[in-house]
């Protein structure tokens, strides 16, 4: 074993079954950090890129407010994002196999970075939408590196909690970072000054943490042939993975609603004007989202999908309720209720999914499974918006809400017949 550690221990990607191949010995001239502190940075770092894509949520009534753009191009902003951010995973998500985990985390955090800074010198909603774009790409390339890095560098008996870390992180950060730039949002004058040029400061710390962290993965051969994008689902998955597309789409869809549509529908519904409030939603769902990921390691898969899809369906079916009577307490149920079905519905079809396949096919199936999911997303932010000038923000809200309750229950209907099956089988 190759001792990365400088202790005798064999390092976290020769001893942890990933791959089958060694760790990098690092070079004694560098003084890379040790490997608990490297796994604790590239941990926040991985937070941190999903704080700033949470961040701009309430934020986006303040931009419209003081340069007086239609709505629409506020889901717009929000869409093209996700589609940048898919884009970047089926190009660039696997390349970190072949170039090491660090080059490309230092790369996608620089590009982060980059994005923070347009962000902070925006002047028109075109920068915004560029600045977005900006960031898709970069969330994008962390996301596989950052993810891989953190399990890797997890202490040896910290396995599993390095794998909680890299599935609840994403909900987590997105969360966190709607409630910190809601708050300063409603209490700070200058507040989206002052959010960005704290992202910049923490981007840039995240980049130079990078740059000490030791290498978790060798060099091989192919990192050109890796930028053709490859989605495929094995053969021995295809008929799980088909049943949980109802559940993924309305997942997403939940996550485009909390994100991009609900701080319009508070200010064009429920004349809710003050940005905390958008943001405490955010939380609320996306906190509900990575209680359920955290505490449901036990449930069965397709449980925990039948679960989340059910879920999904009543905070849909709620979110209807409320936009249509015009019942703001009914949106905090929809919070939790479509935001913990978002959480076990990841959840559930991560973990039916993925061991159930060989190592060199886990990177396609993530392709596939993201490439439903960040289509979901965007195309929903984007075709809602399209919608809000010709027929008003309540007809959209309203229509959002029963196509995603469809979706849901198809997920329901889909799931329990699949179960079924399984069990006659």
Same mark, same amino acid.
């Given at each position: 074993?190759?001792?990365?550690?400088?202790?005798?221990?064999?390092?976290?990607?020769?001893?942890?079954?990933?791959?089958?191949?060694?760790?990098?010995?690092?070079?004694?001239?560098?003084?890379?950090?040790?490997?608990?502190?490297?796994?604790?940075?590239?941990?926040?770092?991985?937070?941190?890129?999903?704080?700033?894509?949470?961040?701009?949520?309430?934020?986006?009534?303040?931009?419209?407010?003081?340069?007086?753009?239609?709505?629409?191009?506020?889901?717009?902003?929000?869409?093209?994002?996700?589609?940048?951010?898919?884009? $970047?995973? @089926?190009? *660039? +998500?696997? =390349?970190?196999?072949? #170039?090491?985990?660090?080059?490309?985390?230092? !790369? /996608?955090?620089? &590009?982060?970075?980059?994005?923070?800074?347009?962000?902070?010198?925006?002047?028109?909603?075109?920068?915004?939408?560029?600045?977005?774009?900006?960031?898709?790409?970069?969330?994008?390339?962390?996301?596989?590196?950052?993810?891989?890095?953190?399990?890797?560098?997890?202490?040896?008996?910290?396995?599993?909690?390095?794998?909680?870390?890299?599935?609840?992180?994403?909900? $987590?950060? @997105?969360? *966190? +970072?709607? =409630?910190?730039?809601? #708050?300063?949002?409603?209490?700070?004058?200058? !507040? /989206?000054?002052? &959010?960005?040029?704290?992202?910049?400061?923490?981007?840039?710390?995240?980049?130079?943490?990078?740059?000490?962290?030791?290498?978790?993965?060798?060099?091989?051969?192919?990192?050109?042939?890796?930028?053709?994008?490859?989605?495929?689902?094995?053969?021995?998955?295809?008929?799980?993975?088909?049943?949980?597309?109802?559940?993924?789409?309305?997942?997403?869809?939940?996550? $485009?609603?909390?994100?991009?549509?609900?701080?319009?529908?508070?200010?064009?519904?429920?004349?809710?004007?003050?940005?905390?409030?958008?943001?405490?939603?955010?939380?609320?769902?996306?906190?509900?989202?990575?209680?359920?990921?955290?505490?449901?390691?036990?449930?069965?898969?397709?449980?925990?999908?039948?679960?989340?899809?059910?879920?999904?369906?009543?905070?849909?079916?709620?979110?209807?309720?409320?936009?249509?009577?015009?019942?703001?307490?009914?949106?905090?149920?929809?919070?939790?209720?479509?935001? $913990?079905?978002?959480?076990?519905?990841?959840?559930?079809?991560?973990?039916?999914?993925?061991?159930?396949?060989?190592?060199?096919?886990?990177?396609?199936?993530?392709?596939?499974?993201?490439?439903?999911?960040?289509?979901?997303?965007?195309?929903?932010?984007?075709?809602?918006?399209?919608?809000?000038?010709?027929?008003?923000?309540?007809?959209?809200?309203?229509?959002?809400?029963?196509?995603?309750?469809?979706?849901?229950?198809?997920?329901?209907?889909?799931?329990?017949?699949?179960?079924?099956?399984?069990?006659?089988?």
């Amino acid at each position: 074993m190759i001792d990365a550690n400088g202790d005798g221990r064999p390092t976290a990607a020769s001893a942890d079954g990933m791959g089958g191949r060694r760790a990098p010995r690092p070079s004694t001239r560098w003084p890379y950090l040790p490997r608990t502190v490297g796994f604790a940075g590239i941990s926040a770092a991985m937070v941190a890129v999903l704080v700033a894509a949470g961040a701009p949520t309430p934020l986006w009534p303040i931009y419209e407010k003081q340069w007086g753009f239609p709505e629409w191009e506020l889901t717009l902003a929000f869409g093209v994002y996700a589609l940048a951010l898919l884009v $970047a995973i @089926l190009v *660039i +998500g696997s =390349l970190s196999d072949h #170039i090491g985990r660090r080059p490309l985390m230092i !790369a /996608a955090l620089a &590009v982060e970075l980059v994005a923070m800074v347009m962000f902070l010198s925006a002047s028109s909603i075109g920068w915004l939408i560029a600045a977005r774009i900006v960031q898709g790409v970069a969330t994008g390339a962390a996301s596989s590196a950052l993810s891989a890095a953190v399990v890797e560098l997890a202490p040896e008996r910290r396995k599993k909690f390095g794998a909680m870390m890299a599935s609840v992180a994403p909900l $987590a950060g @997105l969360g *966190i +970072g709607a =409630l910190f730039a809601g #708050i300063l949002a409603q209490f700070v004058s200058d !507040a /989206a000054v002052t &959010v960005w040029l704290v992202l910049v400061v923490v981007m840039a710390i995240g980049t130079v943490i990078t740059v000490f962290t030791p290498e978790t993965s060798s060099r091989k051969p192919g990192a050109v042939a890796s930028l053709v994008p490859r989605v495929s689902v094995p053969p021995q998955v295809r008929g799980v993975f088909a049943s949980t597309l109802p559940g993924t789409i309305s997942a997403f869809m939940a996550m $485009a609603l909390f994100l991009g549509l609900v701080p319009i529908v508070l200010g064009a519904v429920f004349a809710v004007r003050g940005p905390v409030v958008g943001a405490l939603v955010a939380f609320v769902a996306f906190g509900a989202g990575t209680v359920v990921s955290a505490v449901t390691a036990a449930v069965r898969p397709h449980r925990l999908r039948l679960v989340g899809a059910s879920a999904m369906t009543v905070g849909a079916l709620l979110f209807i309720g409320s936009v249509g009577a015009e019942a703001l307490p009914l949106l905090w149920a929809v919070a939790v209720f479509s935001g $913990a079905g978002l959480g076990a519905s990841l959840s559930g079809t991560i973990r039916g999914l993925v061991p159930e396949v060989k190592p060199h096919e886990r990177a396609a199936l993530f392709a596939a499974i993201f490439l439903v999911a960040y289509l979901a997303l965007g195309v929903s932010a984007i075709v809602a918006g399209q919608f809000i000038g010709p027929v008003g923000v309540t007809s959209v809200a309203i229509s959002f809400g029963i196509v995603n309750a469809i979706v849901a229950l198809a997920g329901v209907v889909v799931t329990s017949t699949t179960a079924a099956d399984h069990r006659q089988a």
